[in-house]
C-alpha cells in the first residue's frame, strides 16, 4: 500500500471517524473522571466510607440467641439433640419482622405477634417467619449423598420409609409421622 | 473429624442459572464468526467469500447482546459500569468488560469499512428514514475512489489480524473467568480458557453454516457448494479440537483420581448424565463428526452436502450449549465441600427463566435480519448461483463522483450492460445493491 495515500485527500472519512473515536474516548474518560468516588482505592478497591456505611446496615440473619431469649422450651429440646447445630433460621427464616414485632410486645403488651406462615415450599422464600413440616426441608440435609461422612444421618428416602412402615408415603409431611423437627430422636 | 456442626448441601442453590449459560454461549458465537471472517481477509481464503460479511455482521450482532445475560442477572445492572468506572488490576471481569469495549470498537470500525461502499451509494439513493440512517453512517464523506478503497482494504486487514488474538482473549477470559475459580474442580483447570476457546470457534463456524443455508433458503438461491464444503471442513477439525481437548481434561482428571474425582465422577453419571454423556457427547459430538466427514465428500451431491451440514451444525450448536450448561450448571451442582449435590430447577417464567433466555438468545437473530435488510450481506447474487463462481470486477460510475467496484458474475455483468441507462450519471447503484438484499 501506498503509505502517502493515508494522509491524502482519499482518506478524509478515516479522519472524520478517528476524530470519532478520539472524542468518545476522551468523553468517556471524562465521563469516568466525574463518577470515581473521593474516598476510591485510599485502602483498596473500594471506598473507604463503605466500611462504615456497611457496618451501621441491620443485620439480616438473626442469631439464635435471639429466638432463644423467647422460645426457652426449644433451646431445652434442641440441647441434647442431633439438631443442635442446626440454627433456627435453616427452618423458619430470617424472622426480622418477627423480632421485631417480639420486642414492641414486650413493651407494649397489648401488640398483637402474628402467627408464622407455613412454608412454600421454595428454598429462597422471602416470608419472614415460616414453620415446615415439608420433607423437602428435612431431605436438604438427609438425602444419601456421595462423599457424606458416615456419622452423618441420612437415607434413602424410599427405602427408609418402606423399612419404618410409613403410612402416606408420598405425603409431604411423612417425616413428621416419627420425627419431631427440634428433637428428631435419630 | 466432628461433623456435628455441618449442614448439608452447604451450597443451597444453583446462583448461575441458565442465563448465565447464554453468557460464554453468545461470546463464544463472536469469536467463532469473527475466525471465519479472518480467514477470508486475512488468510485469503476465497471460498468462504459467499460467508465473508455474514460472518462479520454475525460477529457483531452477537457482540451486541453477549453482555446482556449478565446485565440481566445482576440486581443492579448499573453497577456492571463500576468495572470500567473503577477497574481492579485483579479482576478478571474488569479485563473482560475492557477487552469486551475494545473488541466491539473493532468489529463496529470493521463492519463500517467493509461496507461503506455500499452505504455510501445507498446514501445517495434511498429517502426517507433510511436514507437518513445511511446518510449518518457515511460521517458525510461520499468518496469511494480506488485510493480510498485501497486504505480502506488495508486498514481491514489490519483490524481482521488484530480481531484474531481480540476475539482469542475476549472467549479465552470468559474460560478463564470459571477456570480460574480454584474451590471448584470441575471448572478450575488451565485448560478451560483453551477449551472454551475452541468449542467457540465450533459454535461460531456452525452458528454461520446454518445461517447461511437459512439466508439462501429465504432468498431462493442455491447455496454455494464449495463455501459450504470448505465451512464443513473447518467445523469438522475444529470440532475434532475441542472434542479432543475436553475429552482429554476429563480423562486427566479421572487417571489423576484426586480427592474430587469421587464426586465428579458422580456428578457426571447423576447429574450431568443425559446432559453430558448422551446430549454433549453422544449426539452432540459423535454423530455431527461422522455427518460432516460424509459432508465434505467432494463427490456428493451438493443439496445432500448442505443437509448434512445443516443437521450437523444444529448437532454442533447443540453441543456447545449442553458443553456451557455442564460448566456453568454442572459446576454449581456439586456441593464445595464435595458431599452432595445441588438441584437446579429451570423454570419456565421469572427473571432468569426458559422464556426469558430464549428472548435472549432470539435477539441476536433479529438484529441480524435487520442488519441485513440494512445492508447488503450478499456481495453477488451470482455467487449463490451453481456453476457461475467465476467473479470479475467491473468499475461502475455513480453520480459522477463514485468510482466503486463491485464484483459480478459474467451474467449480472451482461444484464448491467444491458439495463444501464445512456447517462452512467443516472445510473443507479442502489438498486443493484438493494436486489441482493434479503
Known sequence: MNWRLIFSRHTRHLRILAFLVIAGGAGAMFVRSQMVPTDYGQRGPYRTSALAEIASQPSVLQSDTTCLKCHTDVEEERSESPHAAVRCFHCHGNGRQHIADAEKAAEFPEHQIPEAKEWDGYFRAHTDLFITHNRATCLSCHTSVVGMPEAFRSINVAEHLEEQGAEDIAGGNVCFECHEGHSPGL | ?438
Not at chain 2, 112 to 140: E, H, K, M
Not at chain 2, 288 to 317: D, K, W, Y
Not at chain 2, 346 to 357: D, Q, T, Y
Open chain 2, 1 to 438: 473429624m466432628d461433623t456435628s456442626s455441618f449442614v448439608f448441601p452447604n451450597d443451597p442453590h444453583v446462583p448461575w442459572s441458565i442465563i448465565i449459560v447464554l453468557y460464554p454461549y453468545i461470546t463464544g458465537l463472536v469469536a467463532g464468526a469473527f475466525v471465519v471472517s479472518a480467514l477470508y481477509h486475512v488468510f485469503h481464503q476465497d471460498v468462504l467469500k459467499p460467508v465473508a460479511r455474514l460472518a462479520l455482521v454475525t460477529a457483531l450482532c452477537f457482540c451486541a447482546f453477549a453482555t446482556l445475560p449478565l446485565l440481566l442477572h445482576l440486581h443492579h445492572p448499573e453497577r456492571a459500569f463500576n468495572i470500567m468506572i473503577t477497574p481492579s488490576a485483579t479482576s478478571a471481569m474488569s479485563g473482560f468488560g475492557i477487552i469486551y469495549n475494545l473488541y466491539m470498537l473493532l468489529l463496529v470500525v470493521e463492519v463500517w469499512l467493509v461496507f461503506r461502499p455500499d452505504i455510501v451509494a445507498l446514501a445517495q439513493t434511498t429517502r426517507g428514514w433510511t436514507g437518513t440512517v445511511y446518510r449518518l453512517l457515511s460521517l458525510g464523506d461520499r468518496e469511494i475512489s480506488r485510493e480510498s478503497r485501497a486504505v480502506d482494504e488495508w486498514l481491514i486487514r489490519v483490524l481482521a489480524i488484530a480481531g484474531i488474538p481480540a476475539a482469542c482473549v475476549l472467549h479465552g477470559c470468559v474460560g478463564f473467568l470459571f477456570g480460574a475459580v480454584k474451590a471448584n474442580p470441575w471448572w478450575s483447570t488451565a485448560l478451560m480458557p483453551i477449551i472454551f476457546l475452541a468449542s467457540a470457534v465450533v459454535s461460531g463456524i456452525a452458528a454461520l453454516i446454518a445461517l447461511y443455508l437459512f439466508f439462501c433458503w429465504r432468498r431462493q438461491v442455491t447455496p454455494d457448494a464449495d463455501c459450504i464444503r470448505a465451512m464443513s471442513r473447518y467445523l469438522w477439525v475444529s470440532l475434532t479440537i475441542a472434542v479432543s481437548l475436553e475429552m482429554l481434561e476429563l480423562v486427566h482428571m479421572a487417571y489423576e483420581s484426586g480427592a474430587e474425582w469421587h464426586a465428579l465422577s458422580a456428578l457426571l453419571t447423576d447429574r450431568l448424565a443425559v446432559s453430558y454423556g448422551i446430549v454433549q457427547v453422544l449426539i452432540g459430538s459423535v454423530c455431527p463428526f461422522v455427518l460432516l466427514l460424509l459432508a465434505i465428500q467432494s463427490r456428493l451431491n451438493p443439496r445432500l452436502t448442505a443437509a448434512l451440514s445443516a443437521t450437523a451444525s444444529a448437532l454442533v450448536l447443540v453441543q456447545v450449549f449442553a458443553m456451557r450448561w455442564n460448566v456453568v450448571v454442572g459446576g454449581q451442582m456439586l456441593s464445595k465441600s464435595f458431599r452432595g449435590f445441588v438441584d437446579y430447577p429451570l423454570h419456565m417464567g421469572g427473571r432468569e427463566g426458559l422464556i426469558v433466555a430464549a428472548v435472549i438468545l432470539v435477539l441476536p437473530f433479529i438484529a441480524l435480519i435487520y442488519v441485513a435488510r440494512l445492508l447488503p450481506l450478499w456481495e453477488s447474487v451470482g455467487a449463490h448461483t451453481a456453476g457461475t463462481r467465476q467473479f470479475q470486477t467491473v468499475p461502475i460510475p455513480i453520480s459522477g463522483i463514485i468510482d466503486a467496484s463491485i464484483s459480478v458474475t459474467n451474467h449480472q455483468r451482461t444484464m448491467l450492460d444491458e439495463e444501464q441507462p445512456a447517462d452512467p450519471d443516472a445510473f443507479d447503484y442502489g438498486a443493484v445493491v438493494r436486489n441482493e438484499h434479503v
